[in-house]
C-alpha cells in the first residue's frame, strides 16, 4: 500500500521566480491538504483540495495556488517567491467520507529561496 | 480558531526514562493526532484519538475532550524516540482536513 508521495524532495529558486509542487495521496485517499512548516514551528494549513476543486483556505496570500486533478494527485504552486516562502511543504492525505478521519503526511519538500 | 498549546518545549531524558507531553487545545475537537516528526522532516503518526485511551508498546496516549487535554506518555524512552512531537486537532466549525498543530515538544534521548 502507497503511501503519500512528493516530488522534489529539495529545491532551490531565487526570489521572483515560480515553483510547482507535487502530492501524490495515500491509495483509497480522495482528499489532499498543503502545509507550509516554518524551521523551529508547527506545520501551517494553506489549503485542502476535495473533488478537484479548492475546499477550504488557511491564511496565505493568493500567491499559493493549487489544483487536483482526476486521480486525487496534487500540486501547490506559489508564485513571486519570497525569502520567506522558504519552508518544508509538507502534503497530507485523507479520506473525508462522512466526517473527519486521520491524516497522513508524505515525506515533504524542502524549499530554499534565495 | 482553535489554539494549541504544548509542553514542555524542550524536554531531555536519559535513555530507559519515561516522559509524558501535554496538549491544551481551547475549544472542542472533531479529531486529535500525535505525530513524531524525525530529523528528516517526516510526520509519522503515532495516534489518532479524539478521545479515550490508546496504547502502542511503549507509547499511549489519552484525550480528555471534556476538559481539553491530550497526554502522551513515552516508557523506557530511547534514543530512536529522539525528535519532535506534534499534537494537531480539527475545528469541527471548519471542513474535515484542517488541522491545527502545536508548536511541539522537542525530545532529546541521551545514551
Known amino acids: 500500500d502507497a503511501g503519500v508521495t512528493q516530488s522534489p524532495t529539495h529545491l532551490i529558486k531565487t526570489r521572483g521566480q515560480q515553483v510547482t509542487l507535487r502530492c501524490s495521496p495515500k491509495s483509497g485517499h480522495d482528499t489532499v491538504s498543503w502545509y507550509q512548516q516554518a524551521l523551529g514551528q508547527g506545520p501551517q494549513f494553506i489549503f485542502q483540495?476535495?473533488?478537484?476543486?479548492?475546499?477550504q483556505r488557511g491564511n496565505f496570500p493568493d500567491r499559493f495556488s493549487g489544483h487536483q486533478f482526476p486521480n486525487y494527485s496534487s500540486e501547490l504552486n506559489v508564485n513571486a517567491l519570497l525569502l520567506g516562502d522558504s519552508a518544508l511543504y509538507l502534503c497530507a492525505s485523507s479520506l473525508i467520507g462522512d466526517g473527519p478521519g486521520e491524516q497522513y503526511f508524505g515525506p515533504g519538500t524542502r524549499l530554499t529561496v534565495t | 480558531g482553535i489554539q494549541v498549546e504544548q509542553s514542555p518545549p524542550d524536554l531531555i531524558l536519559q535513555e530507559g526514562a519515561n516522559s509524558t507531553l501535554r496538549c491544551n487545545f481551547s475549544?472542542?475537537?472533531?479529531?486529535l493526532q500525535w505525530f513524531h516528526q524525525n530529523p528528516w522532516g517526516q510526520l509519522i503518526n503515532l495516534f489518532y484519538?479524539?478521545?479515550g485511551t490508546k496504547q502502542n508498546g511503549r507509547l499511549s496516549a489519552t484525550t480528555v475532550a471534556t476538559e481539553r487535554y491530550s497526554l502522551l506518555y513515552i516508557s523506557s524512552s530511547q534514543t530512536t524516540d529522539s525528535g519532535v512531537y506534534f499534537c494537531a486537532v480539527e475545528d469541527p466549525r471548519a471542513n474535515a482536513g484542517k488541522s491545527t498543530f502545536g508548536d511541539g515538544t522537542t525530545l532529546t534521548v541521551k545514551p
Open positions: 475549544d472542542s475537537v472533531n479529531n
Open positions: 484519538i479524539p478521545s
Open positions: 483540495y476535495y473533488e478537484e476543486e479548492e475546499r
